[in-house]
């Protein structure tokens, strides 16, 4: 399988069903921290969700709906990178990510999101890619803002998260920006 060098020993690589147990323990190292924002620790609560869930994102992945990609730092599984919505006819994605807390703040998201922007937009020819984030995730938000992403308003209250209704902010990218950019910074897909 292919791995993807994110610099200081650090592989962007598919994260597959048989990923369950890493994946599970991915989550259980973060599960606080990961749970803040976003649902996927109550989804992989334990080896049966965490298979159930990466098998849901291997029929995404079978009918180009989607895809799950795994961030290894050093040979563990410490995050990983998501088109949660891939509607090609549409040229529309959302993209995410999660990490535990021991990977944050080195630029892994970043760096791996560079990637698979360049390749939804240059190889699959997508034209917007959608980035949801909760208003009090400063990291995500962070994120969006490296990317070049536009904050394009805000759904208030529309997910109830942990028996709170809390908003999503939504940011997105377009293919032009996005090429031009990567013109701009000088930078090519590699």
Same mark, same amino acid.
């Given at each position: ?5 994110? #610099? +200081?020993?650090?592989? *962007?690589?598919?994260? %597959?069903?048989? =990923?369950?147990? %890493?994946?599970?323990?991915?989550? +259980? ?5 990961? #749970?803040? =924002? ?9 080896l &049966?969700?965490?298979?159930?869930? *990466?098998?849901?994102?291997? +029929?995404?992945?079978a009918? +180009? ?12 599984l410490?995050?990983? *990178?998501?088109?949660?919505?891939? &509607? ?7 993209a $995410? ?11 892994l998201?970043?760096? #791996? !999101?560079?990637?698979?922007? &360049? ?6 020819? !997508? ?8 208003? $009090? ?10 990317? #070049? ?7 208030? %209250? ?29 930078? =090519?897909?590699?």
């Open positions: 399988m292919y791995a993807i060098s994110l #610099g +200081d020993g650090a592989e *962007l690589r598919p994260l %597959e069903v048989w =990923h369950a147990e %890493e994946v599970l323990a991915n989550i +259980d190292r973060g599960r606080a921290f990961i #749970g803040r =924002h976003v649902g996927l620790p109550e989804v992989v609560a334990d &049966d969700g965490a298979r159930a869930w *990466l098998r849901s994102y291997a +029929d995404k992945r009918a +180009d709906g989607g895809s799950l990609h795994g961030i290894w730092q050093d040979g563990t410490v995050g990983g *990178l998501l088109f949660r919505v891939w &509607d090609t006819p549409s040229g529309v994605c959302e $995410g990510c999660w990490l535990e807390p021991a990977a944050a703040g080195r630029g998201v970043t760096r #791996g !999101m560079r990637l698979l922007l &360049d390749w939804a937009f240059g190889e699959r020819g !997508m034209h917007r890619v959608e980035w949801h984030v909760a208003p $009090g995730n400063q990291p995500s938000i962070n994120v969006a803002r490296r990317l #070049g992403m536009t904050r394009e308003g805000v759904l208030r %209250e529309n997910h109830p998260h942990h028996g709170v209704r809390t908003s999503t902010e939504i940011w997105a990218v377009l293919a032009p920006e996005w090429a031009a950019a990567r013109e701009g910074a000088g930078q =090519h897909a590699h």
